[in-house]
DNA sequence: CAGGATCCCCTGCGATACTG
DNA sequence: CAGTATCGCAGGGGATCCTG
């Protein structure tokens, strides 16, 4: 992978529509969670992109892939360590996240205000 | 906007290929950058790009953009308190990131090893 | 200097169908 | 259940030229 900096590294491993979210379900539960409960999670997300987005962060290191040779097949994914070091960074994100999400519901009701 | 979950929000703001590395930037370097330095710093950037990304980030209360009316223009670019706040987030994410780049070239050297 | 306007392309993402 | 395989598209991003 090329990038011109760390920052743009960063946000090329875990950016993208759903890594973020995959990364913080999988910690949420108790750092397992099978392929179809991830997708249920993500509601409209196609295999196809969850695939493809796990293998993503298989290949990077995030994320580990566990697979029960049984009939139904059954695959487990859980974060590595190095997946778990960004879930603190999520959390902060999400946070951030959530305040500013509430900002703006109240200042809907407060720009009358602030334009007299 | 819309978003499914405060994750997903977060990545919207934040996310695409240049907007971190903008917020980075303007706050490494005394949270402030004219439009030419920033676009320097950015090296491949078209203006376009440059100016959408500012437009957005501003539309979205993270950047502060300042005109001077004079000839040759002069615009300067800072970051809100509310953008602020994302930078202890960008710098924890940034050292994550300069400690994986870090782990993978010192196991270009050491794969041979784990292989046996 | 700090952009705006156009045209264009690539790829990230989606829909659908199929399989061990 | 946990995926593959195809096909197709919209829009994020790029190249180039122009301007107050």
Redesign the interface.
Known sequence: MDY????????K?I?GKYK??II?YIHNFDNTLRYGELKRKL?NITPKMLTQALRELEADGLVHRKVYHEVPPKVEYSLTD?GQ??V???R???D???A??EKVKSSDVAEYDGRQ
């Open positions: 011109v900096c760390s920052v743009d590294y960063a946000f491993r950016g973020g979210r913080w509601e190095t070091e960004l603190p960074f999520i902060h994100l999400k951030w996240a959530d500013q999400i």
